[in-house]
């Protein structure tokens, strides 16, 4: 088939290089966000999905919305039979939706009608679940609501994070793309709407989300800093800076106050409404992340001190 590819960050580069080798399907063009500014300069920068697209030498569309005229006049112009979306982040009205014949078919990174929203991946780990996977949908003005084509599992690992986790998926995600193209253009492939029951939403994860609650248990408090890690970071505050977090060992032993600190030699503990966790990385302000232990060395925390 003919196809238009639509994405934007690191997750759907898999899909993408997978659909610019297959000998069944032609990538005809790729629409992303526009460049955006990066770092301290500002200056503009391609997408993930933009850039592996220049580097291939396919066109790329850039609206700033999905309705704008002139996009969808050159969306009829590449006459897709089918343009497939990966975490492409722009709203798709029924005017582009209408326009290829096989529709947009959406790569999603849960087991549909579960965490239906931007952060499924992240929803799952602070949830306990432990199996998660990826749906292949065919995408309407719903929120996730299509009918699903098909489904792939991955087990939650102990240590999981939402990077780790979003990786594996996205891997395995590309091959049921694939395959979905595969059974749309073959014409065997019909698409099962999803079940009323079991439907939860994963709204997108907010830097004030990430603030560590000390408070909940410690495996609520594990699990919270794992479906944040990498971005956008757990943190908490020490003596009213912010201390970003890494991945948290729970200890199941030596209760604490919630919050409060106790170093030891080789581990500092944190105490939580349960057990302590045993602290990872921290990275302070301005500072690269290190070993919680060297921190702990350098400030010194006092007997009972505590994050907030």
């Known amino acids: 088939m003919r196809v238009v590819f639509a994405g934007t960050p690191e997750p759907a580069l898999p899909s993408l290089r997978r659909l610019l080798a297959s000998e069944r399907h032609e990538v005809a063009a790729v629409v992303t966000r526009p460049d955006a500014p990066v770092g301290r300069s500002k200056r503009p920068q391609r997408s993930p999905v933009g850039a592996l697209a220049d580097e291939a030498g396919v066109p790329v569309l850039t609206p700033v919305k999905a309705s704008e005229e002139a996009f969808l006049d050159a969306l009829r112009a590449l006459a897709p039979d089918c343009c497939p979306v990966v975490a492409y982040g722009n709203l798709l009205r029924r005017e582009a939706l209408d326009i290829p014949p096989h529709g947009w078919v959406n790569l999603h990174f849960s087991l549909l009608p579960a965490w239906r929203g931007a952060a499924p991946v992240q929803a799952a780990i602070r949830a306990g679940d432990e199996v998660t996977g990826a749906s292949t949908f065919a995408l309407d003005e719903g929120m996730d609501t299509g009918p699903v084509y098909g489904t792939v599992t991955e087990e939650i690992g102990r240590h999981d994070t939402a990077g780790t986790l979003l990786e594996r998926l996205a891997e395995a995600g590309a091959a049921l793309l694939e395959r979905t193209l595969d059974g749309i253009s073959d014409g065997e492939l019909v698409p099962v709407p999803q079940p009323a029951d079991g439907v939860s939403y994963a709204p997108k994860v907010t830097v004030d989300d990430?603030?560590?609650?000390?408070?909940?248990?410690?495996?609520?408090?594990?699990?919270?800093?794992?479906?944040?890690?990498?971005?956008?970071?757990?943190?908490?505050?020490?003596?009213?800076?912010?201390?970003?977090?890494?991945?948290?060992?729970?200890?199941?032993?030596?209760?604490?106050?919630?919050?409060?600190i106790r170093v030891e030699r080789t581990r500092v503990l944190v105490g939580t409404a349960t057990a302590t966790v045993a602290l990872g990385e921290v990275q302070p302000g301005g500072k690269k992340p290190m070993p919680a232990v060297d921190w702990a060395r350098g400030v010194r925390p006092e007997p009972g001190e505590r994050f907030a």
Request: glycine content about 10%; cysteine-free.
């Open 210 to 260: 990430a603030r560590v609650t000390w408070t909940h248990p410690a495996p609520a408090v594990d699990r919270g800093i794992r479906a944040v890690t990498p971005a956008p970071g757990a943190w908490t505050t020490f003596r009213d800076a912010r201390l970003k977090l890494g991945p948290v060992l729970p200890t199941g032993e030596a209760r604490l106050d919630p919050g409060t």
